[in-house]
């Protein structure tokens, strides 16, 4: 038994198939495949049932992970330790996270470290899927993600809270709310603001977007889905529509908002956070950068965001006639 075969047996119980394992690990499948099967054979049991498309851990499997989550936790602090003896050795911090959060977040934060600490940051933007495979890889210690965007039984990591960033609606300059009937959305489905550009990014935060749509704008239609709220406020912008994103992303947009009008909802906030290893949150610099960021979350400031519209405020009241959700 080595090293390396525990952590491709610790990354094949956390991904569940030899295909995304593979791909955290950066290794060709056959080659996963036999490091499982050397484990196996130094140990003399199975420790996975192989399914279709999935492995699920034995008993002896289950007794092992626990053993393995401990001591490559322990390795990993002894050699981000150890780093630091290194003489005009940089501690180099890998951070992978949304390109809105690390833009608005990161780079105050990175000023306020202190600098006798010798760090360096490599930074790399991605989904948070993305995110997560990187840390599972190792190949980032620190990811920044909002915390609904991935399914919480898929995190094997700590997080930490580092800002609430408040859904908006943005929406063209040209749109009047004050000449409009305060009570009820427009009928037409051609109208400006009926029209809609949803972020389409995974199952449930598109429905939760779209049962949001529903609610305060029944006659609405999409008229462009994206991938990035970049392109989607651009197309605000733009005149196309309208859209609901968190505050944080138009930061992202080019130049400025001209043209652009934020107002505040009732859809709540995406809570973003850091996710890493735990044994990084005892480690100087590691944890002097978390803190860092969470200092610069409670500082960081939101674009202009106009008073929530009675529009959006009477379909709230609707949806809790007892008023138990109702907004002033």
Not at 122 to 134: F, Q
Not at 179 to 188: F, G, L
Not at 197 to 225: D, E, K, M
Not at 278 to 298: C, F, M, S
Request: net charge neutral; glycine share 6%.
């Amino acid at each position: 038994m080595n090293l390396h075969q525990l952590r491709v047996f610790l990354t094949v119980a956390q991904s569940l198939t030899l295909t995304r394992a593979s791909k955290r690990l950066g290794l060709a499948q056959p080659s996963v495949s036999n490091q499982l099967a050397g484990l196996e054979g130094s140990i003399g049991t199975r420790l996975f049932d192989r399914g279709h498309n999935r492995m699920v851990l034995t008993d002896a499997g289950r007794v092992l992970l626990r053993h393995a989550q401990s001591i490559l936790r322990e390795v990993d602090e002894a050699q981000a330790e150890l780093r630091e003896f290194a003489v005009g050795k940089r501690v180099i911090i890998r951070v992978a996270g949304l390109n809105s959060v690390i833009k608005a977040l990161l780079p105050n934060a990175l000023l306020s470290c202190d600098s006798s600490c010798g760090m360096e940051v490599d930074i790399e933007e991605a989904s948070p899927g993305e995110v997560l495979e990187m840390l599972y890889s190792r190949q980032a210690h620190i990811g920044l993600i909002a915390a609904d965007s991935v399914a919480q039984t898929s995190v094997g990591f700590p997080q930490v809270s580092i800002v609430e960033d408040p859904y908006v609606f943005a929406v063209p300059s040209s749109i009047d709310f004050d000449a409009m009937e305060v009570n009820s959305a427009p009928a037409d489905v051609g109208c400006l603001l009926n029209r809609c550009v949803l972020f389409n990014f995974g199952t449930q935060h598109t429905l939760q977007v779209q049962q949001w749509y529903q609610r305060v704008l029944p006659s609405h239609r999409i008229v462009a889905r994206c991938r990035t709220y970049e392109v989607a406020i651009e197309l605000v912008r733009a005149g196309l529509g309208v859209s609901l994103v968190p505050a944080l992303t138009t930061l992202l947009a080019r130049g400025s908002l001209d043209g652009i009008k934020l107002f505040a909802t009732d859809h709540g906030s995406r809570r973003i956070v850091a996710v890493l290893a735990d044994q990084y949150l005892r480690l100087t610099p590691y944890k002097q950068l978390i803190e860092a960021l969470q200092v610069a979350g409670r500082n960081v400031v939101l674009p202009p965001i106009l008073p929530m519209p009675r529009l959006i405020k009477s379909a709230s009241e609707a949806a809790h006639p007892l008023g138990a959700g109702a907004l002033p």
